[in-house]
């Protein structure tokens, strides 16, 4: 029997719009930097992973200011790594501070408020489990989800990234429920399927673009309303 059903945010819930890939190639070009939104794309999940990392090490907004600089130049080389002309530290940072200045905006996706409130319409407890940091109260607040969830697990919070199990673990003491009564709903097969698997919760992968195939090994779904067909 299911007991709680847990959400990815980003790309799951929400999209960002314009993406961030767009984002911060218009930025780079007032700078000078060339580089093209899929090159970027291809970049930033290596460079968020690498931001939570030094997260996890150090929370970088609480870092002395010469510190705090460095985590954003780190940050920001990464994601311009492919730029077509060099790019540096201090081109990076500028290009960050000026990209986070204007902000990251994101809507919610036409099905997602509809299947939240379906799923507590049935009165079943919700939870959040994302590789984002401490911001998810303002992140859910503005996109109206503050009322489903009852339980929040980020990977600050957890220490630890999405695959590994132990975010989804903490997800399940939270909720206080068995792994066998949890499903998972995530957009990528590499971090939501497999790290839900591996803590033994049921994964379903939300595919609304028609990417997936086949050869998926869980179950695939086309919009958040499917979600109640496996309660």
Known sequence: MIKAVFFDFFNTLVYFDPPREKHYADTAAEFGIRISPEAIAAALPEADAWWRSENFRS??????????????????????????????????????????????????????????????????????????????????DRAGFTDYFAHKITSFEAGCDKPQPQIFQLALKRAGIAAAEALFVGDQYDLDVIGARSAGITPILIDRNGAATGDYDCIVIKNLAQVLNYL
Do not use: W
């Not at 530290?89 to 501070?97: K, V, Y």
């Not at 994101?106 to 940091?133: Q, V």
């Open 59 to 140: 929370t970088i907004k609480d870092r002395e200011q010469s510190s705090k600089f460095d985590a954003y130049r780190g940050y920001g080389l990464r994601i311009l790594r492919d730029a077509d002309n060099t790019v540096s530290p201090e081109q990076a940072l500028q290009i960050l501070a000026k990209a986070f200045s204007v902000g990251f905006k994101f809507k919610n996706y036409d099905d997602s408020l509809p299947a939240l409130g379906a799923l507590k319409g049935k009165n079943m407890p919700m939870g959040l489990i994302s590789n984002i940091g401490e911001q998810i109260d303002s992140y859910l």
